[in-house]
């Protein structure tokens, strides 16, 4: 396989007494679909927010093709074409769909906004993902909560970034929009993008993932092929261990096997 | 003065299906309209109660009063929209009158250099409460109230012993603030200019939008639109200049100007769109590469400079600096003007003409009142209910938008 465009080495990460990330290696790569699952609480939100700028680690770093990067902000993950959808949307309730798009990246027209083109690629992103939003011009409180996520992933989608991190993005879709993302992660992956999915959706993972990282307690516990079953992850995240859960092409063996504290 | 113009011309109901451009503009006026309405409905009491409130010649008045304290407003709106609050700008206006006399007059330095001084006072103030509110994460409640008193200090020890200073009434400065008027042939210009500008914006962005393929305004509506503008428009300035009214003075049309600039770059410019952001949620601001910091200090050193204006055209009006210009109810008014006018304490949402629209509801009543000879104490009591209703019919407002 080709050299990680993305990797945590040794990312450690505290809130308070809370060790929401120990020691973490993780490694992202082109054309790939690395899946993230574990129990609530585990770190997945925390660890998508290490890789997206939004949190900066205690200890351990942050490689970008091979090289340290400081993931300072958002914006700055953003500016190294990193996106993530964020658990909580991040979505201003105030503004408006076409404006909550393109918040941070508007596009221009001289100095002044071009609203005509962000509002025509808008409605292209949003056919795309299947989303049945009425008007772009709505104010985001206004709708339901599967439209709010479909608009948080077509945002993560503009200007094509690199690797896009999803944190849960399909937890509250229909059946259409979750298989329109779906499709999408496909897409992505085979235009060479790659992808970081925190999911809790058995069929999500079935469908998409080619490798399944599983946290516990904060730590990577396993790292599975995409085909690992169910059982077998749900084993992994709650700790029933299961004989034979280590499957021959896991690429890491998980360092921590033995952690139950 | 201006401010109907806007409004009405931006938040009227198209009637039918809310084509997307339309939809948004309404947006933007809605939240104006109500006050239109009252600050039409203060009018017509008050000229009911006592004509002379309505003539020409005291309407002119009105605009002179209002555009120091509007101008302060401006600021205040500005902090407002990004979620945060500044309750020393009357100090600071009052520091910054002082500065222009005291530069002017006593150390003798031109005009314009005492002026250009007075504002980067203000501009450094913001600075520094942009500082404490992103680098320390003071509530800046708390810290502008420090400043409020602070100033003042600041403003009287700058004055000194005398207490008070007269700028030189032959100055280029004093002369245009107090004498000096727009004359109507180019007011007429001006209006005529801004109505055909104004149709040909709209005509140009339909016709963009109809090539992308994307709701747009339908050509009756803007020729209600620009109707209804040039009617406004001409309305003030045919009023205005009627008689022997003088018009729109010169400290008018700079609020005026203040007020339309601002109003594009909130809302047609990536800075206005982030202020928005950041004071509707910061955080999801922040999550979605806002640069959350810059904007607030940036908010906070415009509040402040045109803070420094805002007095600095009240010494000017005044003709004279002294302890008492920017004290006592400057920033409450300002502050009131604001919120009265629309824009929300709790940060996101409101428009430039709120300062315009809540400082003529606050200085009318003051006018209407002293014409009546009625004394202080009821004026603040007065402004204080309309203040209180304000907030209440916000308040309302909101929940059925939200409902
Ligand atoms: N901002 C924060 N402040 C304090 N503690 C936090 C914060 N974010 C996460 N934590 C803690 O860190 C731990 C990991 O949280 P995280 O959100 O990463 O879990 P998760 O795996 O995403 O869970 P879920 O499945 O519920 O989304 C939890 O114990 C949580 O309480
Ligand atoms: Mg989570």
């Known amino acids: 396989m080709s050299d990680p465009i993305l990797s945590l080495r040794g990312v450690s990460k505290r809130f308070g007494g809370v060790r929401a990330l120990v020691d973490v290696d993780a490694d992202v790569h082109e054309h790939e679909v690395l899946a993230v699952v574990g129990d609530n609480g585990a770190g997945k939100s925390t660890l998508a927010g290490v890789l997206a700028g939004a949190y900066r680690p205690d200890a351990g770093e942050v490689l970008l093709d091979g090289r340290p990067v400081v993931l300072g902000s958002p914006a700055a993950a953003r500016a190294l074409g990193i996106a993530a959808v964020f658990q909580e949307l991040a979505l201003v309730d105030d503004l408006d769909v076409v404006e909550n798009l393109f918040l941070g990246h508007e596009t221009r027209r001289g100095p002044l906004l071009d609203e005509v083109a962000m509002e025509r690629e808008a409605w292209r992103l949003l056919d795309q993902l299947a989303a049945s939003v009425p008007t772009v011009r709505e104010p985001v409180r206004a709708l339901s909560g599967g439209q709010r996520q479909v608009v948080a992933v077509a945002r993560a989608l503009l200007g094509s970034p690199r690797v896009v991190v999803l944190d849960e993005p399909t937890a509250s879709l229909g059946v259409r929009q979750t298989a329109e993302v779906l499709n999408l992660i496909v897409r992505l992956r085979e235009r060479g993008h790659a992808v970081v999915l925190v999911s809790h959706q058995a069929g999500d993972l079935q469908a998409v993932a080619d490798r399944i990282l599983v946290l516990r307690l904060g730590r990577v516990h396993d790292v599975f092929d995409g085909d690992a079953s169910y059982e077998d992850l749900l084993a992994a995240m709650t700790g029933a261990v299961r004989p034979g859960a280590v499957r021959p092409g896991a690429k890491h063996p998980g360092p921590n096997r033995a952690v139950r504290r | ?403």
């Open chain 2, 1 to 403: 003065m201006t401010a109907q113009t806007h409004t009405t011309g931006s938040g009227l109901p198209a009637g039918g299906a809310l084509s997307g451009a339309v939809w948004q503009r309404m947006r933007g006026g809605s939240s104006l309209l109500p006050i239109v309405a009252a600050l039409v409905g203060i009018w017509l009491i008050l000229g009911a109660v006592n004509p002379a409130f309505l003539a020409p010649e005291n309407l002119v008045n009105l605009t002179l009063q209002s555009a120091p304290v509007g101008v302060i407003a401006l600021g205040v709106v500005l902090v407002l929209l990004v979620g945060e609050i500044d309750l020393s700008v009357g100090s600071l206006s009052g520091l910054a009158a002082a500065v222009v006399a005291v530069g002017s007059v006593t150390l003798g330095w031109p005009v314009a250099l005492a002026i250009a001084v007075a504002l980067a006072c203000g501009a450094v103030v913001g600075l520094a409460y942009g500082a404490l509110s992103t680098r320390l994460g003071l509530p800046s409640f708390v810290f502008t109230l420090a400043g409020l008193l602070f100033l003042a200090g600041v403003q009287l020890r700058v004055l000194g012993p005398l207490g008070s200073i007269n700028l030189p009434f032959e100055s280029w400065f004093v002369r245009s603030v107090q004498q000096g008027f727009l004359p109507a042939g180019v007011a007429w210009a001006l209006v005529g200019g801004t109505v055909v500008a104004s149709a040909v914006l709209q005509v140009v962005a339909r016709a963009r939008r109809r090539r992308a393929d994307l709701a747009c305004a339908s050509l009756p509506q803007i020729v209600v639109r620009t109707a209804v503008l040039a009617a406004v428009l001409s309305g003030i300035v045919a009023y205005l200049y009627l008689g022997s009214a003088r018009g729109l003075g010169w400290s008018v049309v700079l609020f005026a100007l203040l007020v339309v600039i601002t109003d594009v770059l909130l809302r047609r410019t990536r800075w206005g769109r982030s202020v928005r952001a950041v004071g509707g949620d910061r955080r999801a601001a922040m999550l979605a590469g806002v640069p959350v910091r810059r904007t607030v200090v940036l908010c906070f050193v415009v509040c402040s400079t045109l803070a420094a204006l805002g007095g600095v055209l009240a010494a000017g009006r005044l003709g004279a600096a002294n302890q008492g210009t920017g004290g006592a109810d400057t920033y409450l008014v300002a502050i009131a003007a604001a919120v009265i006018g629309g824009t929300s304490l709790f940060g996101g949402r409101g428009s430039a003409w709120s300062a315009v629209l809540g400082v003529l509801v606050i200085q009318s009543i003051a006018n209407g009142l002293t014409l009546m000879n009625v004394d202080q104490a009821a004026r603040y009591m007065v402004t204080g209910a309309v203040l209180l209703l304000a907030i209440i019919i916000d308040m309302l407002l909101r929940k059925r938008r939200e409902a």
